[in-house]
């Protein structure tokens, strides 16, 4: 009904760059959905990153990442990417994309279709 397929992971030094990218399909895909991303890293519980509402005109960002990582979306491509910047070892994890029916929030319980993740590996 909804796939989300993430990409653009990978393993960099700290203070390096990548840009994760999210495709949206499937024939119950909405491009109003409320669009996040969220980190899982070993042996932790999954965090909030960032979150982007349909129109692209408010964001939310987890305080950790506020200032290195940007979150944008095309929805005539219904892909919706973050730029992560100034990567810190931290930021190793497993990233998902997410979609949501409901309103722009920062809690992985409000999300209602997942994507498998996309890994990032930042050593020091």
């Known amino acids: 009904q909804v796939q989300l397929v993430e990409s653009g992971g990978g393993s960099v030094q700290a203070g390096a760059s990548l840009r994760l990218s999210c495709a949206a399909s499937?024939?119950?895909?909405?491009?109003?959905?409320?669009m996040g991303w969220f980190r899982q890293a070993p042996g932790k519980g999954r965090d909030f990153v960032a979150a982007?509402?349909?129109?692209?005109?408010?964001?939310i960002y987890a305080d950790s990442v506020k200032g290195r990582f940007t979150i944008s979306r095309d929805n005539a491509e219904n892909t919706v990417d973050l730029q992560m910047n100034s990567l810190k070892p931290e930021d190793t994890a497993l990233y998902y994309c997410?979609?949501?029916?409901?309103?722009?929030?920062?809690?992985?319980?409000?999300?209602?279709?997942w994507g498998q993740g996309t890994q990032v590996t930042v050593s020091s």
């Open positions: 982007i509402d349909w129109s692209a005109d408010s964001t």
């Open positions: 499937g024939r119950t895909f909405n491009p109003y959905y409320a």
């Open positions: 997410a979609a949501s029916r409901g309103p722009l929030l920062n809690m992985g319980d409000t999300y209602d279709y």
